[in-house]
Nanobody, 127 residues
Framework: QAQLVESGGGLVQAGDSLRLSCLAS????????MAWFRQAPGKEREFAAG????????EYKDSVKGRFTISRDNAKNMVYLQMNGLKPEDTDLYYC????????????????????WGQGTQVTVSS
């Protein structure tokens, strides 16, 4: 099972930007879709952005479209989430997840489709 380590979270003001990073272990990183989910205390983990195994297909939660950009570097086993125009409602614990299924054509958006998770990185946006 892949080990995932997120970084890049922090406390920022509304309108600021952050770049989250996720380092994945294992030689088969490039075969799996990756995604960023976020979770508030007492709430279900929700999809924010995802990218397929080859990097040519992305999906975004409606509320982050135009502000967040997911990307990956398969040579470095890294996936990134560039977050611009942050809003207080973006405050959450952000998790990096790896798809259960290799070489899937579509980007899954349900957390049950992901089998490996990092420990999370906190993003807090003040108004």
């Amino acid at each position: 099972q892949a080990q995932l380590v997120e970084s890049g979270g922090g406390l920022v003001q509304a309108g600021d930007s952050l770049r989250l990073s996720c380092l994945a272990s294992g030689p088969t990183f490039s075969s799996y879709a990756m995604a960023w989910f976020r979770q508030a205390p007492g709430k279900e983990r929700e999809f924010a952005a995802g990218i397929n195994w080859s990097g040519d297909t992305t999906e975004y939660k409606d509320s982050v479209k135009g502000r967040f950009t997911i990307s990956r570097d398969n040579a470095k086993n890294m996936v990134y989430l560039q977050m611009n125009g942050l809003k207080p409602e973006d405050t959450d614990l952000y998790y990096c997840g790896r798809d259960f299924t290799p070489l899937r054509k579509k980007v899954p958006t349900n957390y049950v489709d992901f089998g490996s998770w990092g420990q999370g990185t906190q993003v807090t946006v003040s108004s």
